[in-house]
């Protein structure tokens, strides 16, 4: 949020250096034929407003490679965070479907007869399971160190 606002503020500023370096250069292009009797420090002036100008864009172009710094840094923490959570569902994505499927209240389930039903289900629910961890560990998504 700070950052955003010396951008803004960078911004603001640049245009009114570089309006008041236009006024002066008109003023001082108007002047420009007789002389005047006192002196007045146009070029300096001029430079000075330039100098401060190129400051003021230098600021500006700084806070903005800083905040994107910041928001690519925000942006990886959210995908691994992210990166976990899919995994995770995606580990419990059998279990959800075996638990789905054995819940419904319809004739003709398979395994809802015999007297091992139960453990037929648990050793499908937990095979799946396996699979799915062992494809997503042979895939690369789990097991690998993050920088």
Not at 86 to 95: G, R
Not at 101 to 112: E, R
Request: overall charge positive.
């Amino acid at each position: 949020a700070r950052l955003g606002a010396i951008r803004r503020d960078a911004v603001r500023l640049h245009r009114q250096l570089a309006m008041s370096r236009s006024l002066v250069n008109r003023f001082q292009a108007s002047l420009a034929g007789p002389s005047l009797p006192f002196d007045l420090p146009f070029e300096k002036l001029g430079q000075r407003l330039d100098w401060l100008d190129g400051e003021a864009v230098a600021l500006r172009d700084r806070a903005h490679l800083l905040q994107e710094e910041v928001t690519l840094g925000l942006a990886e923490e959210t995908n691994r965070k992210l990166e976990v959570l899919s995994i995770v569902a995606t580990i419990f994505l059998p279990a959800g479907l075996v638990a789905g499927i054995f819940g419904m209240n319809v004739k003709g389930l398979p395994l809802t007869a015999t007297d091992g039903g139960f453990l037929w289900s648990m050793g499908i629910l937990i095979g799946a399971t396996v699979l799915v961890f062992w494809l997503l560990r042979r895939a690369g998504a789990i097991g690998r160190k993050t920088p």
